[in-house]
């Protein structure tokens, strides 16, 4: 068994990058797609089919968990992966972002946050060192700082407090989770869409050290046109040997970007969310189930996927359970997505491989404009 905590780069091409992340719970292929599973689940999916979908690692948040069933209690039962039911690496955010975009009557200081709880009004507090003492209780593989990340648009003033606050939260986050063998402290890159806000957040976090490095702060409503054009310096600001994950992000043409950008690591909840609402993500871009041109359609979802939903279900059955609102609907769609943005992945660290990423993604792009048909 691995000891370590351990990255290593296997081929580039471009500044795009494959490799594999070692750690004690098993390797994790770079670049690498995480199913969200907020609350100790992926909604509407075993995690052996979560598995089987070809993820490697898993998202939980500490926001949640500690509000229910709360971390001490995950921890008595023997943390999150056996709680769960699943034993590969787990990776957990921190809180902070949550917090700011779920809870009530938030307060904001140099010590922390204190909250109240979306679910039933109780109050709460997450510092960087309560975060790193519940990311330790659920037993998390890669542990996030905690860290602010301001709403965009906001005034260059606001995003430089904030990033120098996340900045002195990180170095706390540093301290308070010591040295564990096996386990990894990921930091947050934060700054908008400020380059020299971004520059100096880099360096901060390079001097305190960390085993990967997040780059946090998008997603949240600025436009890909404005994200590319941060991700076109900001991975380049952080250490070349480490990890790179983009929090939150994205849909398929957003990962693919992303990738060619010098970006390792995602997580979403788009493949998920969507399985239960009835879009699915296709080669041929997004398709709506609910509408009525799938009634009489005995095709499947995705003619050239592999996927339980896909090899063994029409688009009139899946058109049916949707309008009867079965739990199956969610269930198959969820997975067709989940494996779909796997498959994504896949191709993508072949094609690194293989010194092909611009055929590939001219490929990615050409099928999605001929539509689905
Ligand atoms: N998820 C998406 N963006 C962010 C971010 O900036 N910080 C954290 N902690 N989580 C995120
Ligand atoms: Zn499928």
Sequence with gaps: MTQRFQFDIRATDGKARTGLISTPRGDIRTPAFMPVGTAATVKAMM????RATGADILLG?????MLRPTAERIANLGGLHKFMNWDRPILTDSGGFQVMSLAELRKLTEEGVTFKSHIDGSKHMLSPERSMEIQ?????DIVMCFDECPALPADRDRIKQSMDLSMRWAGRSREAFGDRPGHALFGIQQGGLEQDFREESAKALSKIGFD????GGLAVGEGQEAMFGCLDYAPDQLPQD????LMGVGKPDDIVGAVERGIDMFDCVLPSRSGRTGQAFTRRGVVNIKNARHMDDPRPLDADCTCPC???YSRAYL???????????????TWHNLHYYQELMSGL???ISEGNLSGFVKQFHATRAQGDI
Excluded: D, W
């Design 61 to 65: 948040n500490t926001y949640h968990l």
């Design 349 to 351: 660290r072949e094609a």
């Design 319 to 333: 058109h049916h359970v949707f309008k009867a609102q079965e739990i199956i609907s969610s269930m198959l769609v």
């Design 136 to 140: 330790k209780l659920l037993g998390s």
């Design 242 to 245: 480490k990890p790179r994950y």
């Design 310 to 312: 896909c090899s063994q």
């Design 212 to 215: 990967g490095y997040a780059v």
């Design 47 to 50: 995690p052996e089919s979560v």
